[in-house]
């Protein structure tokens, strides 16, 4: 009878130790049936040597696939990333679409250098990027938005949404809303644009002919401020923006705490 309590698992390398071996041996006849650890040149652990390369082989799947069946893999510079597989994403780490925000990310690696990432962020939003070449190279995050609907009157807009990051005084498209061939936007907006620094926000129609007015200005609105406005919106696409107030000309993400419109008819 086996004494289980008292029984030796193989060793099995794990985590970013773990190793594929390339071949699988075959057992021959005159080998003697021998156990214990693998020891091949002393005739130690013959009947194991296959089950070690089999369970070497499953663990480098699962540590390629981010932790499979466990906690995933933990990655601080996903720039970085060379083989195929699943990681959590730090909020501080290199390469984050989202900084100061934790994530998952699919890895795929192809050849000739390129790869595919995708993450999804504790932001809320979905973002994808390639690597062109062995450089690397990666591109600009792109971020995943959902379709939405032409707009029609009587529709009202509310939620939450990140910018792009962009120097100061100048704009940035942070949602894009489909058009509607004639109609009047109703404007009312509370609270505003997070960040240390003065920041706005308007509704601009993706023609650059028009913004929606405001009685300061184009500004629909700012923190903490609620303002009203209309615009014609005359088939084109109406984009929301953000733009940062002040002289610091230093880049970041810009997130609307909450927004809100509605659509009439002419």
Known sequence: MVNVATVNNLPIETGDQAIWPDGIVMQEDGWWPTGGPVEP???GGLQNWQALQLGQRTEWLR???????????????????DATGMVEITSAATGNPAPGYAGALVHTE???????????????????????????????????TPDIAPMSA???????VNSASHSSNSWATAQTF????????????SAGVTGTVAAQARLSRSDGASNVSASAGY?????SLSQTGSMIIDGHDVNLQ???????????????????FKVRDL
């Open 41 to 43: 040149e002393n005739d």
């Open 63 to 81: 540590f390629q696939l981010g932790g499979l069946g466990g906690t995933a893999n933990s990655s601080a510079d996903i720039d970085a990333l």
């Open 110 to 144: 192809g050849t000739g250098g390129k790869a595919r990432q995708l993450c999804v962020s504790d932001d809320g939003w979905v973002y994808s990027r390639l690597r062109t070449d062995a450089v690397p190279t990666w591109t600009e995050w792109t971020k995943i």
């Open 154 to 160: 009587g529709d009202s807009f509310t939620g939450v």
């Open 178 to 189: 489909d058009g509607l061939s004639s109609g009047l936007w109703i404007v009312t907006v």
């Open 219 to 223: 500004e629909v609105f700012s923190p």
């Open 242 to 260: 953000t733009a940062r107030n002040d002289s610091a000309g230093i880049a970041e993400l810009r997130t609307i705490t909450a927004y809100g």
